[in-house]
């Protein structure tokens, strides 16, 4: 194996971390803010993982700023063709949530065991090794598989689509007087095969010779250890080291082998408030990745890179509104031109007045920066080339206007409107043949500029416990040009492939008697397009409607049955990667 040295990113760390530490560099104290909900963080045993969801069931759970805290019943696709997290603007939610009104915390552990259609399973186990006020000590482990068949839209043929993912983590802190320490690690195991139909192959009905069955496999091992000021100081703190070491087990073929990632991130924050309502701080995150090139491999663009941000900021609070005004640097670079960064700079604004009662207008714009690592493009779309790499993505701006109450009894909305620009913006695109033995049904990353305009509402309602509804819609304006990493011969205009024009979600829980819980929950996604063979092409809407039914006998003992794809829809979740049709599972909850 052909191993990148690291030398020069690390003196270069090292000089960063002593310059943020003279500078007082500092976490945000506002509780909106990132960074700063590290330092409020709670750590509370809950199911950690499933495979298909960004935002739920985490160990270290965020609190609630705005939307009232809500028992979350996603929409539920079949997991085993979905991708390792979806992209935030497809939020496809995953098969396998525990579907009762448990709360896990009340006791010392957890297990739900599920099986359904589809050879689908899904396991979850927790438990609270140390439980006081100063320790907490947990241990948790998830599993999701499926080796069921599914149909193709574009040929009237059959294929196994595999998922074989496993989560097993360990999280420990310890509550000191005025601070709290952290120490956590897991390992995940994603097996899967790429089980698409190309586009040359289903246009043209040509047999197709690539691997469809062979299970490739991504691993993680992630390390975590970090220190944090507690809510309530008069000087916030943190420092915070995070490590991700990512493998494949094979490139783009079973002989191939695959590549290692070393992702290493530095937290450092320091503020303080003064005068009751006023703080100030600066903070700063380093990012460091590092790759090992197997020397049989053609991997293109993989190159040691480092990134940073800086962000000092000013805050204060009066009577009904409260002001952030801050700004972040940031910079990047990678092995070709170490001495020649590439620095952006964007706004750090966050800004809410109370206009009614329990009635506030807000407006925030902040940017970032998208390090688009194998890691986490995996967590978007595990069916990505595994020899190709894309620079990072910019955002100078990410604004968002909006107006949201709890003015009603049981009643919460929001209406916001926003804008985005990316520099770089990383989208995927199908690849459109295979050489034979490779893996098939692969997706290439584009790096497309990308501007966004979009508009929404939510609501939620409440009835005495009774009943809930939730409803949001979301409409996206996208505009999408030539970026940094776009491929030569591309199209001459470009859309914003996979992601939606509109999305519509609707929900609604009836607890008709007090141990019944019936859900249902819809999801459309419309106005999506993919390029398969250079010519812009629209996708099939994703049109689903899920009914989840529970029965809890007591707080130890539960169980749910779950009917997936009501409406009998076939779309694609990726180009000539169909979703599973109507669907349905059951499972227990034992709460201990």
């Given amino acids: 194996m052909k191993t990148i040295k690291y030398k020069y990113a690390v003196k270069t760390i090292c000089a960063f971390v002593f310059l943020c530490n003279v500078t007082a560099i500092s976490a ?22 499933d495979p298909t969801v960004q935002d739920a069931n985490k160990v270290n759970i965020l609190p609630a700023i705005k939307e009232p805290v809500a028992r979350k019943v996603p929409i539920n696709y079949a997991s085993f063709s979905m991708p390792l997290e979806p992209e935030k603007q497809i939020t496809l939610l995953p098969s396998g949530n525990v579907m009762t009104n ?24 927790g438990y609270h090794i140390l439980n006081t006020e100063k320790d907490k000590l947990n241990f948790w482990y998830s599993h999701r598989s499926n080796f069921g068949k599914v149909k193709y839209l574009q040929i009237d043929e059959k294929e196994k689509a595999k998922i074989n993912d496993n989560l097993v983590g360990l999280d420990f802190t310890h509550g000191f007087r005025k601070s709290d320490f952290s120490l956590g690690v897991k390992y995940g195991y994603f097996g899967y095969n790429y089980y698409g139909i190309l586009p040359v192959y289903a246009e043209g009905g040509q047999t197709n010779p690539a691997d469809l ?84 491999a053609l991997m ?37 031109n170490w001495d020649k960064a590439r620095f952006f700079a964007s706004p750090d604004v966050k800004a809410g007045v109370t206009v009614a009662e329990k009635t506030e207008l807000y407006f925030n714009a902040g940017g970032y920066i998208s390090n688009n690592s194998a890691y986490e493009l995996s967590k978007t779309n595990r069916y990505i080339n595994p020899t190709e790499a894309i620079m990072p993505s910019r955002t100078p701006l990410d604004a968002k206007l909006g107006l949201q109450s709890g003015v009603a009894p049981g009643f919460w909305f929001d209406v916001f409107g926003g804008f985005r ?24 990353s ?51 492939y996979y992601r939606p024009e509109v999305e519509f979600t609707a929900g609604i829980d009836v607890k008709p008697i007090e141990p019944l819980c019936i859900t249902a929950e819809y999801y459309l996604a419309s106005g999506r397009h993919t390029i398969p063979l250079g010519i812009d092409e629209k996708m099939k809407n994703i049109n689903e409607l899920n009914l989840t039914c529970s029965y ?23 180009y000539g990667m169909p979703a599973q049709g109507f669907n349905f599972m059951v499972g227990l909850n034992l709460n201990f």
């Fill in 102 to 125: 448990i709360d896990y915390n009340k006791k010392r552990g957890y297990l739900n065991l599920a099986g359904g259609t589809a050879l689908s399973f899904d396991g979850d186990f």
């Fill in 28 to 49: 945000q104290n506002n509780d909106d803010d990132e960074e700063r909900d590290k330092l409020e963080r709670a750590m509370v045993l809950e199911r950690e993982y």
């Fill in 421 to 444: 620009m990316t520099a770089n913006d990383c989208f995927f695109i199908p690849e459109r043949t295979a050489d034979p033995g490779n893996f098939g049904a692969m997706s290439s």
């Fill in 213 to 296: 069955s062979t299970m490739q496999a991504n691993q993680v091992i992630n390390g975590h250890i970090g220190v944090q000021s507690k809510k309530e100081s008069v000087v916030g703190y943190i420092f915070d080291v995070n490590y991700v070491n990512f493998s494949r087990k094979y490139g783009i073929n079973k002989d191939e082998d695959g590549l290692k990632e070393h992702n290493v991130t530095v937290l450092l924050g320091l503020n303080s408030t003064f005068r009751g309502n006023q703080v100030i701080g600066i903070g700063a995150e380093l990012n460091y990745l590092g790759y090992d090139i197997p020397e049989n």
């Fill in 552 to 574: 809890m006998f007591n707080d130890t003992f539960s169980l749910y049955a779950r009917a997936n794809n009501l409406l009998f829809q076939k779309y694609d979740l990726w």
């Fill in 446 to 496: 584009w790096g497309l500029d990308s501007k966004l305009l979009y508009a929404g509402a939510a609501l939620k309602y409440n009835y005495q416990k009774l009943l809930e509804f939730r409803l949001k819609g979301v409409y996206n304006y996208w505009d999408v040009d030539e970026g940094d990493d776009t491929w030569i011969g591309g199209a001459p205009s470009f859309e914003a």
């Fill in 300 to 336: 293109s663009r993989f190159q040691n890179r480092f990134f940073a941000t800086i962000n000092p900021y000013y805050g204060i609070t009066g009577d009904n509104w409260h002001v952030r005004l801050g700004a972040k640097v940031m910079f990047y670079t990678g092995k070709d």
